[in-house]
């Protein structure tokens, strides 16, 4: 069972998570991080911001969940765009260190498992930030997605580029695409951290933390996970 942690707001949720991350840095500063995207996380990398000051951060290594298929790395929507813009460089992290998977076509079939050797190779995640999408997705782990699988390529469910249409001119502009870390590469992470806030995200909270673990709801691997934290807002945690 997933350790519940109900905070006021993001940004006490932001803190509480920055602190533990901090703490992890101080006491090895070859940490390597699991980083997500979307709007959930952001109130953790704001508060980063401020514990990190005058913290070594050369050596820290940080794998990215997942991008969108097809899209221009330099596009601002990108996901290796926004890990620049609201991780690598408020924070100053080595951006050498920091990899997003590769969405461009060369090479794609096989960097799935090239993108899982080389977290392997970095020794593993130690801390897995997670956010979940309306549908229970977790990283781009769409519905009926396995709870082994690896870093693929996966195809965007309607509701999911209906939710993401926000950052990009209109929804067709949203690619059909992604690559993403899968279930089982989650699960290896040695910690899982998934926050939630708000009500839409409810009911993919009560499924992942209570539900049945079932390949149609992705967040209800983390019952799998010998160490899970979710931190949610009240309204988020209003279907536990
Ligand atoms: C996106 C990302 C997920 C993220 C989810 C929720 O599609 N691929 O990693 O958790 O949607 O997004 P948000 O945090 O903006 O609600």
Same mark, same amino acid.
């Given at each position: 069972?997933?350790?519940i942690?109900i905070?006021q ?8 998570v920055a602190?533990?991350?901090a703490?992890?840095i101080r ?5 390597v991080l ?5 709007s959930?996380p ?5 508060a980063?911001r ?5 913290v070594?951060l050369?050596r ?10 097809g $899209?221009?790395?330099?596009? =601002?929507? @990108?996901y290796? #765009?926004?890990i /620049? *813009?609201?991780?690598v460089?408020?924070?100053?992290l080595?951006p050498?260190?920091?990899r997003?998977?590769?969405?461009t ?15 392997r190779d ?8 997670l956010?979940i999408?309306?549908?229970g997705h $977790?990283?781009f782990?769409? =519905?009926? @997605?396995?709870? #082994?699988s690896? /870093? *693929?390529?996966?195809?965007l469910?309607?509701?999911t580029?209906r939710?993401n249409?926000?950052f990009?001119d209109?929804i067709?502009?949203?690619p059909m695409?992604?690559?993403t870390?899968?279930l ?5 992470a ?6 939630a806030f708000?009500e ?8 992942a ?19 899970a934290?979710?931190v ?9």
């Open positions: 069972m997933a350790e942690v905070v707001d993001k940004a006490v949720a932001g803190a509480l602190d533990h991350i703490g992890l006491s090895n500063p070859e940490t699991g980083l997500a995207t979307g959930t952001l109130p953790v990398y704001e980063l401020s514990r990190l000051e005058g070594d050369s820290v290594r940080g794998f990215a969940l997942d991008e969108y298929v $899209i221009d790395p330099a596009h =601002p929507e @990108s290796r #765009s926004v /620049t *813009r609201e991780v460089e408020p924070l100053g080595n050498s260190l920091i997003t998977p590769d969405g076509p060369e090479g794609i079939e096989h960097h799935g498992e090239e993108y899982d050797a080389a977290i970095a020794g593993g995640i130690d801390l897995q930030i956010g999408g309306t549908d $977790i990283g782990n769409e =519905p009926g @997605s396995s709870f #082994s690896i /870093t *693929r390529v996966k195809t469910t309607e509701q580029r939710d249409a926000r990009f209109s067709d502009d949203v695409h992604c690559i870390q899968g089982g590469t989650i699960l290896r040695r910690h899982l951290v998934l926050l708000g839409g995200k409810a009911a993919a909270v009560a499924g933390v209570e539900g049945p673990l079932s390949a149609s709801l992705p967040g209800s691997a983390i019952q799998l996970h010998p160490h934290t979710v949610v807002d009240e309204a988020a945690a209003s279907q536990l």
